[in-house]
């Protein structure tokens, strides 16, 4: 089950009661499963994956770029909507400001969902290289690759004339250049070889945009964005004249892919098992799973209404289940002769610590029927 929730927190020097955060309230959608989360800042552990991934990156920036980069890791994770959104252009209707992708914690407060939401007040600050690493919040879907919480690490070099001129290439294209030399030398500084792939993408903050993906297991992952830097957001910070190339690691997935680690689950474990394997500047390690335990999966249809979202389902099941689920999908979909359309879900429940009882499983798939009736307006058939 969830962990029960400290009730004061401490949050990049700020504290915080439970009340500021998780309220009964329309402007506010952040449950208490999220709450727990707050404050644990796996990226700063140095035996955790996290933390030491985030070193190994720091290790390689110090080297290539000695005393270049500012480093922060413990900014506040609670931003305003300003710092997280218009700062960096994302447009007034663009989805990601929704009630149903991010956690508000009043109408002019979120928990960050990207670490661009220090981009604009960093620059300001007169930082033209930096870092900034940080747990981030997202309502999303269930898988072994997607976790309402989880890390990234933004990344930002600022340009002057100096540096472009007498390169043979406009501004814009030097920069690219730059960035894309800069990752892949980071690809190679923490795996050595790999498959990957840049993928031309569009984000509202920057422009050329890209994706960079790396084959693991079997598939595609999709590890970073980061483009050129929209030129808005540098007039903004008094910088008219410069260029510069942002990006925003996931660190999770670049973990899943350096240490072997098959389910996003695992980074909030505490089980010794999972913990006992990783030590402090150790990179080579690969995880060995200890027994998987069965997984059951459970199906249940419903009609559901234009108000239904598959988020919002997402978050019923974590809210009961936690841990215990391991991925929500989509399996049937139809609409009938008189337009009702039918959806039917197939949860996995599994835990990573230990065999669940079929009277657990039934316990909570019965919770989960009657909650997602009570809240997401759909009707169980
Ligand atoms: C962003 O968040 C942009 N702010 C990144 C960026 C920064 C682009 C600066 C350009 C310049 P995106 O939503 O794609 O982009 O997320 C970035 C990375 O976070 C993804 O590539 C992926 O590795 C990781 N990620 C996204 N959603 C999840 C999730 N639910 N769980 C785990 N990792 C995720
Ligand atoms: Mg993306």
Redesign the pocket.
Known sequence: RQPVAASLLELGGLRIAREEIVKDDPTNNVPDSIFSKLGMQLHRRDQHPLGILKNAIYDYFDTNYPNKFDKFDNLCPIVSVKANFDD?LVPADHV?RSYNDTYYVDSQTVLR????AH?AELLREGHTHFLCTGD?Y?R??IDS????V?H?M???RVFTPADWEGSGTDATSYAAEDLKKCLEGLARHLFGGVEMRWID?Y?P??NP?F??EIYFQEKW???????V?EQEILKRSSRTDNVA??????L???AMVLFDIPD?RLFWTTDERFTSQFSKGQLGIKFKPFSKYPPCYKDMSFWISDAFTENNLCEVVRGIAGDLVEEVKLIDNFTNKKGMTSQCYRIAYRSMERSLTDEEINDLQWKVREQVEAQLSVVLR
């Open positions: 960096v990601s969902c990207h670490t661009s981009q981030v997202r999303d879907s690759t997607h976790y309402p989880f990234q933004e990344g930002v993408t984000f903050f920057t945009s994706e960079l992952l999709e590890v970073l964005g980061c483009g830097m190339w942002a990006f925003g690691l996931g999770e997935r670049l996003i």
